[in-house]
């Protein structure tokens, strides 16, 4: 049996009447239903899970209630069941004022705080050095939380010749990025900085490293010596 017809109807009126006040709802069209169940609270939230509904009333296949004229405010729910008792989740809840009773306070939710979130800048690093020469300059990677909450980061690389520092922090907050040239041959190699947090999505960085040749010294030709002492010989 599936349950997602049934809700109450906000019908119960602040009133003074001898024959009460009177709650309805909507029926449900399920072939199996035995019937609905009233529950009562004195106090929001209202729902069995909460332990603040009570039993009121038990009733068959109809869609309305009289709850008398209770002389404080009241909240209530109601449930189908089946013939094999099952029973729905709670309907939406409706409320009795007495006449010349406040209204009730509603219940204040506390706000929701946003999911961190992680913001780098640059999104990509480019690295150029030449063969067998020193490390080229190191570069700075920023961080910043564009959610909410606190952003507690930590930053992760997938190849040997790069070096994170730090490699955690946080909030905002700036990675160092050295790269090692070393022996590495000629040629443009590929790596990753992940940015990861609880909560937020992961960041991945594009990281280049080009290693060039060392450039070719140009040749030099060095002209032969001018011939010095030379004499003319006559022959006859």
Do not use: H, K
């Not at 909450?149 to 490699?167: D, I, V």
């Not at 040239?181 to 909560?199: K, N, P």
């Amino acid at each position: 049996m599936t349950w997602v017809r049934i809700y109450t109807a906000l019908l119960v009126l602040s009133c003074s009447v001898a024959w009460g006040a009177t709650l309805t709802w909507n029926a449900n069209t399920e072939i199996d239903l035995a019937g609905y169940r009233v529950y009562q609270c004195s106090q929001q939230p209202c729902g069995r899970a909460n332990g603040t509904a009570t039993p009121l009333a038990t009733l068959g296949n109809v869609t309305s209630f009289n709850i008398g004229t209770p002389a404080i405010v009241q909240y209530y729910v109601v449930t189908a069941y089946d013939f094999a008792n099952n029973e729905s989740p709670e309907s939406s809840v409706a409320t009795y004022t007495p006449a010349g009773s406040p209204l009730p306070t509603p219940t204040p939710i506390p706000p929701t705080t946003p999911p961190p979130g992680i913001g780098a800048s640059p999104l990509a690093l480019t690295f150029s050095a030449q063969q067998g020469s020193g490390n080229p300059a190191s570069q700075r990677l920023n961080i910043s939380n564009t959610g909410g909450g606190t952003l507690t980061w930590t930053a992760s690389e997938n190849s040997s010749w790069l070096t994170l520092s730090p490699a955690s922090g946080t909030g905002s907050g700036t990675i160092t990025i050295t790269v090692t040239t070393g022996t590495r041959a000629v040629g443009t190699y590929s790596g990753t900085i992940t940015l990861s947090a609880s909560g937020a999505s992961s960041v991945t960085i594009p990281v280049t490293f080009t290693v060039t040749a060392q450039p070719t010294p140009p040749n030099t030709l060095v002209p032969p010596p001018t011939p010095t002492g030379l004499q003319l010989t006559t022959v006859r």
